[in-house]
């Protein structure tokens, strides 16, 4: 920060100030629907957990970790600013354990939706490891990764032929473990909870019955999170609003003190944060 003859920290502090002053007239009194998800300050460490309001579309809160313990920090901080967490009613959330561990403990009245980009996250990396099992007897899979989990849409011209000519292969596992990834996407189309679980029931068996061991432990995962897999098909909320904040946070990776970098990490995403009435917050 030679420019401006001031070390960097004493500039965090500067702009950690007016964020704090800033932040004081958040009003989250109208929360009722939230996202959470987790980033992290460095690749893969530091883990921070990231709270949004859905219906607003802007960013309440972050904290540091990943455990059930973030709940109890951002009802804390939501009822400090208007808000109560009995009136949460709707989650959006991964399948962490500590997550699912934490709004049972402090939002007693939220139903818990399981974010079908995650589900769909599962769903890659079954594939993925069942066209890693049979690359070597497959020369053809090498460098194929992403033909296989991008949706269709989203391949190039020559990426589509590509793979419409590895899917002649009717011996290929890769290739059924495809159509599974696909079917699944296609279920999520439906708004009928119903209809979705009849569908999803099905997808299940039939996945059983592949053979395919990483599809097979999906299917364990998924009955364990029945509930909150169906909720989808009732709220339709999903986090895919995180991602974009997700993105915007990492941005101020490149504009960090490394010696402070977890303090400045927050302090950055905050600022970034203000545009949306709503800021990170440690």
């Given at each position: 920060m030679a420019m401006v003859r001031e070390t960097d920290q004493r500039l965090w502090r500067v702009i950690d100030h007016y964020v704090s002053k800033a932040r004081e007239a958040v009003d989250m009194s109208e929360v009722q629907a939230i996202g959470v998800d987790e980033t992290s300050s460095r690749r893969g460490h530091d883990y921070i957990s990231l709270f949004v309001d859905l219906a607003a579309?802007?960013?309440l809160f972050a904290t540091p970790g990943k455990d059930a313990q973030t709940f109890e920090k951002f009802c804390e901080d939501l009822q400090a600013h208007g808000g109560n967490s009995e009136a949460i009613a709707e989650v959006s959330m991964d399948l962490s354990p500590a997550f699912q561990k934490g709004a049972a403990e402090h939002l007693p009245n939220a139903q818990v939706t399981f974010d079908r980009f995650h589900?769909?996250?599962l769903i890659n990396e079954a594939v993925d490891v069942v066209r890693k099992g049979e690359v070597y007897s497959q020369p053809d899979l090498k460098k194929s990764r992403w033909l296989w989990l991008k949706n269709p849409g989203k391949l190039s011209a020559k990426q589509s032929a590509k793979l419409q000519e590895l899917l002649k292969?009717?011996?290929l596992k890769t290739a059924q473990a495809y159509q599974f990834r696909l079917t699944f996407q296609e279920i999520f189309t439906i708004q009928?909870?119903?209809q979705g679980a009849v569908l999803l029931k099905a997808w299940m068996e039939n996945a059983k019955a592949s053979g395919l061991p990483p599809l097979v432990k999906v299917t364990y995962t998924l009955m364990n999170h029945w509930d909150g897999i169906l909720r989808w098909f009732e709220s339709q909320i999903t986090n895919g609003i995180l991602e974009g904040f997700n993105s915007v946070t990492v941005q101020t990776r490149p504009l960090l003190s490394q010696a402070r970098l977890s303090e400045s990490f927050f302090i950055g995403g905050r600022l970034l944060g203000l545009?949306?009435?709503?800021?990170?917050?440690r």
């Open positions: 579309k802007r960013l589900l769909m996250k292969n009717q011996n009928n909870r119903h545009g949306g009435s709503g800021v990170l917050y």
